[in-house]
């Protein structure tokens, strides 16, 4: 088949996992990774990984499918980071649904559910690398399935996540440490670390864990 997987911002977590996809893929596919949607040309099936802009109608007719992964049990859970919003929930199971990308946001019909499990001491990469392997294996069983697969229409009330930004790294100075744990467990010492202001000045921190003996 020929497949295109799309990764649109070049610091995405989720590229080198596309690169790992593409990788293992190769061996029985012509597969192309692609930074621009415009890239994406006539073929079998694309796929969409952790993208930032939504694909304009005209290139989703282009493939037979449009695969995206999504970390929430869909229709609940539409939208940004639904990964990091339910770390904030105070959740450890977190779902992954693959479904059929439509014309409206997070849509289209469901191909597979799972869900991964952690343990609440985890920092956004280990959180992030449990994450893309676990889409990787959900979109080659899918592949390898194909076409003997039907999706199943989203059925429930649909709720939706906003996106966030790095003022959204704000940490409170009259609350504890325990009680914003899983706000640091979810910042990205680079592009939105934790901070706080005071005394007119904002103090920026940086998370690092490290197993005691």
Known sequence: MKIFILVDNLNSWALPHAKRLVKKLKSNHEVYLVHDQNKIKNGDIAIFLSCEKIVKPNILKKNDHNLVPHASFLPKGKGWSPLTWQILEGKNNIPITLFEAGEKVDDGVIYD?????FEGHELLGEMQEVLGKKINKMIINFLVKY???????????????????????????????????????IVNNEKYPAFFEYLGYTYTLKIEKKLIK
């Not at 559910?113 to 499990?117: A, C, V, W």
């Not at 959204?168 to 100075?173: E, K, M, W």
């Open 147 to 185: 076409p003997d697969i039907k999706g199943i229409k989203q059925k429930g009330k649909e709720s939706f996540y906003k996106r966030r930004y790095p003022k959204d790294s704000q940490l409170d100075i009259n609350k504890n440490i325990i009680k914003q744990f899983n706000l640091f467990r």
């Open 113 to 117: 559910q799972k869900i991964i499990n």
